[in-house]
């Protein structure tokens, strides 16, 4: 039986209680916070990602919380505000910020269920691998801001070409 058919026996699944199944399913390391919250640990090719699921009753969304450290020098922080401009006009679902206090680039997205509305394996899991795709596809274009002096038109070429093969 597959996830979601798991999901339609089921009247009323909490969303985390999703994410957790999803998490134990693909043996990432996660650990429920709260009953409305999860923190997991994703793979991806550069890093490892830190992932934060959280439920509002309240306000019916579903958000997703996907962090990596950066600790760029402050003189290239301005450059990295022009890159984010530039990295969020690019992305559809989700947008990223940076929290310079906690040295962290951060990856946004609200999932709104409204109306009873339940979120599914695969709305999950998509919310998921959207949030590391994107990480991964624009990770080196924040370092080249941040690390190699590069201006921000430069270091979006490295993420909007597409990669070929594996090296």
Known sequence: MSLSEDYLLADEIHPIDV??????????????????????AVEGQWRTYS????WSARDEVLRLICTF??????????????????VNDECWAGAFAWWGEQR??????????????MA???????????????CERFYPAFQLVSWADRTPE??????????????
């Open 69 to 86: 450290e950066m600790d760029p020098p402050e003189a290239r922080v301005p450059a990295l505000h022009a890159l984010l401009n530039r």
């Open 19 to 40: 994410v957790e199944s999803l998490a134990a399913h693909h043996d990432w390391e996660f650990d429920r916070v709260t009953d409305d919250q999860i923190a997991m």
């Open 154 to 167: 430069d270091a979006m070429q490295v993420a909007i070409a597409e990669a070929y093969g594996r090296a």
């Open 120 to 134: 599914g394996p695969e709305q999950v899991g998509r919310m998921i691998s959207a949030a590391v795709a994107a």
């Open 104 to 117: 962290l680039m951060v990856w946004r997205y609200g999932l709104v269920l409204a109306g009873g509305q």
């Open 51 to 54: 992932l934060t699921l959280a």
